[in-house]
């Protein structure tokens, strides 16, 4: 326990990392926490905590490259894009199910109390495949194609990425 003046040093200093990260990065971070996976009533303090914790164990950097594989591998499936080298990376990454929808949801209530920083809303979206995509870099994916038309849809992960670069500071 912390006494004096350190009481209020923590708290402080955990609200201020966690509006740094996306929504993302949370659920990364709680994910490697040692946040329990089943459902129970926890204070925002303590999820607090276990965002820093988790962004402790692995580094910042590490954070965002999950979280941008994580909303990767979510933009292919939700559009049933999903490679099965993508879907196994994934996997390795996040082995229990229970405890990723957990962290997400965690998450996303943190994101509801605790915002995010001008900066991190920038940053946030932002979406990586691991592995090779269905749009193999072209960032589209033909969908079919005869003598008179050629057919394609933008690549989920990478199309986005093109619209961002074009109209700056829009969120997708």
Known sequence: MM???NDIALPVRASVIVTELTGGERAVALYASDMPAGRRR?????VRAWIVQGLERLGQDEVRRRAAFRYGHRLLEMSGLVTAQVQARHEQRFPQLKRLVRAEQEAANSVFGDRMSEETLRRNSVAEVDG???CRGTRSIPLWMDEDAFVSRACPV???ATVRQQRPGVAL
């Open 3 to 5: 006494h004096g003046s």
């Open 158 to 160: 990478h199309g986005r």
């Open 42 to 46: 926890v204070t925002s303090e303590q």
């Open 132 to 134: 090779e995509c269905p």
